[in-house]
């Protein structure tokens, strides 16, 4: 009887482990896609002809 208590100790362990891991990786994979939507909206440079590099128009 008490390896089936601790087997049930262990697997309840590991199914919480799991759980938290899932539910970390979720938020990670949250912000990397906001900071990849954000690295997109940024402004576009390009070199002039003096090597300086300006933002480009839109217009």
């Known amino acids: ?6 087997i049930g100790l ?8 799991y759980r938290a891991f899932k539910r970390e990786m979720d938020r990670i994979n949250k912000e990397t896609r906001a900071a990849e939507k954000k690295a997109k909206e940024q ?3 390009k070199q002039d002809k ?3 590099y300006r ?3 839109d217009e």
Not at 1 to 6: R, T, Y
């Open 1 to 6: 009887m008490p390896q089936l208590i601790a």
């Open 55 to 57: 933002p480009i128009d």
């Open 10 to 17: 262990i697997g309840g362990v590991v199914w919480y482990g």
């Open 43 to 45: 402004t576009v440079l």
């Open 50 to 52: 003096d090597g300086v």
